[in-house]
T-cell receptor, first 116, second 112 residues
Framework: GAVVSQHPSWVICKSGTSVKIECRSL??????MFWYRQFPKQSLMLMAT?????????EQGVEKDKFLINHASLTLSTLTVTSAHPEDSSFYIC????????????FGDGTRLSIL | QQQVKQSPQSLIVQKGGISIINCAYE??????FPWYQQFPGKGPALLIA?????SEKKEGRFTISFNKSAKQFSLHIMDSQPGDSATYFC???????????FGRGTQLTVWP
């Protein structure tokens, strides 16, 4: 149980385009979803936290107009990278948890984003 | 400010040996201490976790040792196997909202 599916797993697009990444909890209701970014050989950096039906809370230094997060249902959150540029190329990972803060986070398999 | 410090950055162990990775934290408000295993191109997977009221937890070949007074916890991998070669991250969880703070990671290589 507790499966989180992320789609697509890999995307390549031209500079200036927008890219949407989906994160779905398949067998549980995700009250809270988290979006991380990971550069090669580095740790996971939290970008934002979203609660279903509420606006996302962004970490310091993360541009909310650049990285649009929508958590419209208890099983789906999306991250849209708007007007993507090569420096946005990274590995984006979502996680989801159910209920209270003491529930574990379940991670998706990540999306490799390459901007040409 | 880094909430959790992890060492070593890389570790090479012979098959059958013991791999030990250490983490240290400062904030006493953390309530959950997980270890994650990540293979290239994949998301992190929860390996084992401990709560602060327990000093040790063992699951198969994996053991967490937790020293609350020293604010340190470590992962021990017994009988290390080549399939254990991966990057390992310790994390600490804040009690509010349940957000995780990750260590910088340890790249483990187990030689056959």
């Amino acid at each position: 149980g507790a499966v989180v599916s992320q789609h697509p797993s890999w995307v390549i697009c031209k500079s200036g385009t927008s890219v949407k990444i989906e994160c779905r909890s398949l067998d549980f209701q995700a009250t809270t979803m988290f979006w991380y970014r990971q550069f090669p050989k580095q740790s996971l950096m939290l970008m934002a936290t979203s609660n279903e039906g509420s606006k996302a809370t962004y970490e310091q230094g993360v541009e909310k107009d650049k990285f649009l997060i929508n958590h419209a249902s208890l099983t789906l959150s999306t991250l849209t990278v708007t007007s993507a540029h090569p420096e946005d190329s990274s590995f984006y990972i979502c996680s989801a948890k159910q209920g209270k803060s003491n529930q574990p986070q379940h991670f998706g398999d990540g999306t490799r984003l390459s901007i040409l | 400010q880094q909430q959790v410090k992890q060492s070593p950055q890389s570790l090479i162990v012979q098959k059958g040996g013991i791999s030990i990775i250490n983490c240290a934290y400062e904030n006493t408000a953390f309530d959950y201490f997980p270890w994650y295993q990540q293979f290239p191109g994949k998301g992190p997977a929860l390996l084992i976790a401990i709560r602060p009221d327990v000093s040790e937890k063992k699951e198969g070949r994996f053991t967490i040792s937790f020293n609350k007074s020293a604010k340190q916890f470590s992962l021990h991998i017994m009988d290390s196997q080549p399939g254990d070669s991966a990057t390992y991250f310790c994390a600490v969880r804040g009690s509010t909202l349940g957000r995780l703070y990750f260590g910088r990671g340890t790249q483990l290589t187990v030689w056959p």
